[in-house]
């Protein structure tokens, strides 16, 4: 191959700075996939080691997430008003704080609190990592570099559970093998350091720093002009009035979040009914007070979010359960089976970055989730018996295993499809409180799963294979529906039309972040 047709490769279109950037990114999502894989593996030992069921004991994997929503809003705003690099390290601090405590954690509360604060961590992760990485690689590239960063996600899970697998192992019959689960925290720190001194020299993304050239630009042009307010201050520095009401519903929102998933075999169906409906009323009137007449753009990605957690949320944090308990498959098998369902997932991330810098981003999404359909039913059909009798069954139950993760793990894109939606003044607030606020649905996702199976398909003789089954059906189904449809814009078209962008419409990225800052400037002017 000569010197001309290499230069063609797209790799070589990524200079130094970008990869660096990439790598950066990397590893705050291995840290989170490292992090979320480890508490599925670990339900039954902290179970066991607080004496609590199994379904109490589910609610650490909901905790992370109950506190995901705020902390996707306050490190979004950190990254919008202070740059993307400020919200990857302050987040990160976040995350490492709460493993420690997880660590020590004497009474199940602490962990469960625990857990709430590095969900806050974890949600600045999640949404400023891919920001910045999306904003630093070439416009047609963005893909790739989302997917990449995301594969990060489901390394860490793989790798999390040959660690589980390891520790096991080496504490078997010692006096650690009551709390083996703590050493996994200890462990889940030290990738935070690796972190920490990468983020320490990475520079801050392109589109930020010619976003802010532009609005010193139109500033010496206007003297009137004000660059647009970071979510938070829009929430909580606006007066003091609207400061009280929404402080208030912040602490309201919380504290029914932590009823509804820790007193959820208490409260009847109605009063859950009503503690969501206040919740996601307050998640709505904060789309409204932040993206303004552009709500329904919000409400379609918050209903399209929350329908793609409630697909990916079951399988990603019961399956080991369903090794396990239904398949009655040993802890090591338990762990290679787990790593399989990650692998397929990393190879999944990688695939659709390629598919969707060529077809563009919302069609390899609803793509990949109808080829997810064609794949899933051989997975529970597939018994414990079939693969005793024949090892076979084991093989085919592997190859449907991964080629179903691979395909699902094209939802990747998550936030580059949102981010599509925002411009660069605002983006990082707006992907990271509408990615963590439609993660509600993942926090739902292992108790719902768990109660539907023990209240409506064990009665009917159905286990827990056949519950995931039809949840995972029925929600993908929906979720191809409004990816298809365009449902934010469609929604967007509905009730104030004049306010929808070409870039709502299109499916590939045609922004330009110059153009950006001038037309929030005229539009500020007419207001």
Known sequence: MDNASANNHWYNEINHDQWKS???????????????????????????????????ASTLISAAYLSRWFGGMFFGAIGDRFGRKASMVTSILFYAGGTFVCAFAPAFWVLFAARLFIGLGMAG???????????????????????????GFSLGGAVTAQVYKLISYLVRDTSWASNDWRIFFFIGLIPVIFALWMRHSISESSDYVEMKKAQEKVAKEDPNYQPPRDMFSVLYRTNATRTIINFICTVLTIALLVGVFLMSSKLSVWQSVIAWILIFATIMSFVYQFMGKRWPIGLGILIIIVGANLVNGPMQSLMPTYYANSLHFSTGMVANLTSVFWIGQVIGCIVVGFVGDRFGTRRAYWVGDLCSLIVVAPIFMITRQMMDANKMWLVVFIIFLMLYEMFIAFCALIPKFIGAYFTTANRNAGVGFLVNAGGLGQALAPVLTLTLAGKVFQPMGLGLGWTLFWILVIMTAFVIICLWINLPARLQKLVHPELLRKQDWSDKDISNVEDEVKMQAQNQDQK
Do not use: H, Q
Request: net charge neutral; aromatic share 18%; proline share 5%.
């Open 22 to 56: 990439f790598f950066a990114a990397v590893v705050g999502y291995f840290l989170d996939g490292f992090d979320f894989n480890m508490v599925n593996l670990l339900l039954v030992p902290i179970s066991k080691s607080f004496g609590i069921p199994l379904i109490l």
């Open 125 to 151: 992760e999640y949404s400023s990592s891919t920001t910045y990485v999306m904003e630093t690689w070439p416009k047609n590239m963005r893909n790739k570099a989302v997917g990449f960063v995301v594969a």
